[in-house]
Nanobody, 115 residues
Framework: QVQLVESGGGLMQPGGSLRLSCAAS????????MGWYRQAPGVQRDLVAS???????NYADSVKGRFTISWDNAKNTLYLQMNSLKPDDTAVYYC?????????WGQGTQVTVSS
C-alpha cells in the first residue's frame, strides 16, 4: 500500500506563488507516472500536470508557463510549483501516483487565490 500526504495549500493573492508537496510512503514500486489534478466546486476533476518516471512532463494549457512539476527521488516527494496564481486556480488539488501495483490518490489540499 502507498500513502500520499499533500501539503502547501492555502490562501494566496493573485500573482503570488505556492508550492504544493506530496510525500509518498509505503510500498513504492515501479512508478509509471505521477501528477496533480484539481477540482473546483461543481466542476469535474481535471489534470493539471503530470510527470513520467523518465522525466517527461505534461501540463494543462491553462497552467503552462506558470506551474512546474517535479519529483525528488531521494525524498519520494512530488512537487507543484505554482507561480503567477490566478483566481481561476482556486480548487482542491490532488496528487496521484500510478505504479505497477496500483493507482493512488492523496487526500487533497485546498488552494484559494483571492484578494
Amino acid at each position: 500500500q502507498v500513502q500520499l500526504v499533500e501539503s502547501g495549500g492555502g490562501l494566496m493573492q493573485p500573482g503570488g506563488s505556492l508550492r504544493l508537496s506530496c510525500a509518498a510512503s509505503g510500498r513504492i514500486a515501479s512508478i509509471n507516472n505521477m501528477g496533480w489534478y484539481r477540482q473546483a466546486p461543481g466542476v469535474q476533476r481535471d489534470l493539471v500536470a503530470s510527470i513520467t518516471w523518465g522525466g517527461g512532463t505534461n501540463y494543462a494549457d491553462s497552467v503552462k508557463g506558470r506551474f512546474t512539476i517535479s519529483w525528488d527521488n531521494a525524498k519520494n516527494t512530488l512537487y507543484l510549483q505554482m507561480n503567477s496564481l490566478k483566481p481561476d486556480d482556486t480548487a482542491v488539488y490532488y496528487c496521484y501516483l500510478d505504479t505497477v501495483l496500483g493507482h493512488y490518490w492523496g487526500q487533497g489540499t485546498q488552494v484559494t487565490v483571492s484578494s
